[in-house]
């Protein structure tokens, strides 16, 4: 009877949690009620950088920013990933202020998923990079103010670590609080389909971008959800 009863609490709780993430999903009637900031505002924007071709087109897409109106920046990227760390340092030195340490900062992360690395590995990968995200990016900012969320905009454009930020970040809508608008840009690259990563996050982002009309298109003929900006990098 305990075991049946834990169950059906399990059950419940699972059920009412698919309700909560089922009604805050991110649709067109929301967007239009957000508010609109003023010219002169400040955003918070944490980019992150994904390495390889995903680092180098990251570059193109932030190199259009205008810091001193996204600020602070927070960079986040793998471990070990220098080629990203030297792009944090020609982004900072060519339009920020390398010297002051206050407008941006860098996150490292344990890579979820290598390339070509076994199920039960990416597993426990995996669980180790969401741990890790879960207490720098929702548990550590909301012991230090609860009423402001790790940041005001999150930018991605893949891979697989992105979908653990997106989770994440989720915590606070499902909580009700203040949170993190989330944008994905889809990669150059994908010209006729989406990424895996595109594919799991669209549902959950605040605005989805492709830069192929091709790549976002449904059985139907239609894009959706997804908006095509051309190219962007």
């Known amino acids: 009877m305990v075991v049946l009863a834990g169950l059906t609490a399990l059950v419940g709780i699972a059920i009412l949690l698919v309700v909560r993430i089922y009604h805050i999903l991110p649709n067109e009637k929301r967007q ?13 924007i944490a980019i992150f950088l994904g390495s390889g071709g995903h680092t180098s087109e990251m570059k193109s897409l932030v190199d ?20 990203s760390l030297r792009v944090i340092s020609s982004l900072e030195s060519q339009k920020g202020d390398l ?23 990416t597993l426990i990968s995996a669980t180790k990079t969401l741990m890790i995200s879960f207490w720098y990016i929702f548990f550590k900012p909301f012991l230090s103010n609860p009423q402001k969320p790790f940041t005001d905009v999150l930018l991605i454009n893949g891979p697989g670590t992105c979908v653990i930020l997106v989770l994440i970040s989720y915590i606070r809508r499902i909580l009700g609080l ?14 006729k389909s989406l990424s895996l990563s595109g594919k799991l996050v669209k549902p959950f982002v605040d605005k989805f ?6 790549a976002g298109m449904n059985r139907q003929g239609q894009i959706g959800k997804a908006e095509c900006k051309g190219w962007l990098v």
């Open 178 to 191: 203040e949170y993190t608008k989330i944008i994905y840009v889809e990669s150059f690259a994908r010209v």
């Open 32 to 44: 239009k009620q957000a508010r609109k900031r003023l010219p002169n505002e400040t955003c918070s």
């Open 209 to 214: 971008l492709i830069q192929w009309p091709e």
């Open 64 to 83: 259009t920013l205008p810091f001193d109106r996204y600020q602070p920046r927070k960079y986040i990227y793998c471990h070990n990933d220098e080629i």
């Open 99 to 121: 010297t002051n340490e206050s407008t941006y900062s860098i996150l490292p992360l344990p890579r979820a998923r290598k390339v070509a690395e076994p199920f039960l590995s």
